[in-house]
């Protein structure tokens, strides 16, 4: 979108093809993007950013002045465990270490992406990068509610230590950039995000898609829906919608280099379980539900306290979960067939 003229901030989203890009995508072409604002969203087709060369090409072709940094190897708990290494980005240099053919993931590292893209960035100059963390990137022997002064703690959950560290370094980076050379790079952390455009591969994705995936395939089978896990661990959902919003705040409006938690309340977080019910609801699905206990729960709860947020932007409005549940659910039955699956 780009404003007669007035165009001051160029604003380039990687990651801008997943789940919280094509919300931000939507957010703007929706109305919320301002006259002085142009937006690029670009996905690994643009570039491999674990390439440099390839990284240094795309900000040498767009001048960023801006830069929204989702792109990253993404995936559910059960993704996580199977490819450790690969979330983090070890063993990319070099001769092909020893992998089998289901561990290389050779342009999804985590490592390499944000290095490149912080420093190429700040080569070219960017006056402000915002990058996303997550909150299960959070010690996983904590207090709760976790708050943004906790990142670096303690160890993480075990089944996404790759993800996690790699993670966690994009803030020793925000942080060295900032003493060093002064730049303004930033990151966010969202709890878990769920939306349309979201990644609904049920062995690789996040609870929510998994589930409305499921439940979607169980309703043509006539078979129960299975839960993985015992459907007690806690959650707190953040509609990607609502999320988008609250990156452009982010992007105008907040100055810090310390990260800030976009979450919903301590009082909105559900259980798993409660929310395979609301799918099941939305989805008008008459099965049974059963819970395979033989998978892995992960962590038990990861509480965040949006408080921070809430000083900033007391009254902002999240969507209800429910409500935004069906939206996806809507979205998805309408999509199905060119889905993330
Ligand atoms: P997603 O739907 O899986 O999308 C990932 C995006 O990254 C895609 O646009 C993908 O491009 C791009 N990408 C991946 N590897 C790339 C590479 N080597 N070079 C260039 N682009 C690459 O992810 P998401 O759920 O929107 O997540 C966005 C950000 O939010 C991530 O940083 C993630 O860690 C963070 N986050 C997500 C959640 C969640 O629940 N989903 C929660 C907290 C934080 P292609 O389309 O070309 O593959
Ligand atoms: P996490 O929040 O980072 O742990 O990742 P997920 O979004 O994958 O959520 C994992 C939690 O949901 C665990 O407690 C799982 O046992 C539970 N779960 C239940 N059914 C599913 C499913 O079909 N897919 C996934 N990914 N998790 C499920």
Redesign the pocket.
Known sequence: MEGAGLVGKRILVTGGTGLVGRAIEKVVADGEGQPDEEWIFVSSRDADLTSTTETKALFEKHKPTHVIHLAAMV??????IRYNLDFWGAGFWGSPPCRSEKSLHPQRRNILINDNVLHSAYETGVQKVVSCL?T?IFPDKTTYPIDESMIHNGPPHS??FGYSYAKRMIDIQNRGYFEQHGCRFTAVIPT?VFGPHDNFN?ED????P??IH?VYLAKQTGSAL??????K?R?QFIYSLDLARLFLWVLREYDEVEPIILSVGEEDEVS?REA?EAIVEAMDFRGELVFDTT?????FK?TASNAKLRRYLPSFQFTPFRQAVKETCAWFNTNYANARK
């Open positions: 995936g559910g708990l059960f993704r996580n997550s299960c089944s996404n878990n049920i994705g996040h609870v929510l998994g589930l499921k299975t839960v993985w896990g015992t459907g661990p959650r798993i395979a998978k892995a729960d992960g962590q990861k």
